[in-house]
T-cell receptor, first 112, second 113 residues
Framework: SQTIHQWPATLVQPVGSPLSLECTVEGTSNPNLYWYRQAAGRGLQLLFY??????ISSEVPQNLSASRPQDRQFILSSKKLLLSDSGFYLC???????????FGPGTRLTVL | GESVGLHLPTLSVQEGDNSIINCAYS??????FIWYKQESGKGPQFIIDIRSNMDKRQGQRVTVLLNKTVKHLSLQIAATQPGDSAVYFC????????????FGKGTRLSVIA
């Protein structure tokens, strides 16, 4: 069966520091991968998605970036965090043969 | 752009009663719809989905209804339990390509014991 992992689970970072969040998927190959951000008590905002290694589509222009160095690895990064980057970051995957999307457990990021 | 929205942001239901969570969508090209449940501090969990060639689909204690005429989607939960308390999101997708899901704002369901 397929599983999706995210780490770290929680992170507290100072303003201006760099960020690296990692997402990996097991049990499938060539998945579509997605990064979402969710502010407290709010909906899901799509940040990036990837249909293959090295292929990144950006949905929201901001100080975040994404990379897909391996087929089942998706990384969310920032060179300098802002206060507004605080939130719950969710990674998701989808098999290209289906439309169903599955989410990881999320990373709670607090920028102070 | 087109988006998926919700009629009610919060819903309180007595334990044992049935719950109905509604969702309106505006993209007539959407052909796939999905409901997620998100508990506090966790990622959204898939509940049930439906394609536009169907009007109704049932799962365990849940039923999704699709009315394409009025672009309306609903999630029915039978015999609501305290464990059903969560935020519920609907999402829609147009065509079977790489188009990402479009999510609604979410409805918080509170079950009163």
């Amino acid at each position: 069966s397929q599983t999706i992992h995210q780490w770290p689970a929680t992170l507290v970072q100072p303003v201006g520091s760099p960020l690296s969040l990692e997402c990996t998927v097991e049990g499938t190959s060539n998945p579509n991968l997605y990064w979402y951000r969710q502010a407290a008590g709010r909906g899901l905002q799509l940040l990036f998605y990837s249909v293959g290694i090295g292929q990144i589509s950006s949905e929201v222009p901001q100080n975040l970036s994404a990379s897909r160095p391996q087929d089942r690895q998706f990384i969310l990064s920032s060179k300098k965090l802002l206060l507004s980057d605080s939130g719950f970051y969710l990674c998701a995957w989808r098999q290209t043969s289906t439309d169903t999307q599955y989410f990881g457990p999320g990373t709670r990021l607090t920028v102070l | 752009g087109e988006s998926v929205g919700l009629h009610l942001p919060t819903l309180s239901v007595q334990e044992g009663d049935n719950s109905i969570i509604n969702c309106a969508y505006s993209n007539s090209a959407s052909d796939y719809f999905i409901w997620y449940k998100q508990e506090s501090g966790k990622g959204p969990q898939f509940i049930i989905d439906i394609r536009s060639n169907m009007d109704k689909r049932q799962g365990q204690r849940v039923t999704v209804l699709l009315n394409k005429t009025v672009k309306h989607l609903s999630l029915q939960i039978a015999a609501t339990q305290p464990g059903d308390s969560a935020v519920y999101f609907c999402a829609e997708k147009a065509n079977s390509g790489n188009t990402p899901l479009v999510f609604g704002k979410g409805t918080r369901l509170s079950v009163i014991a």
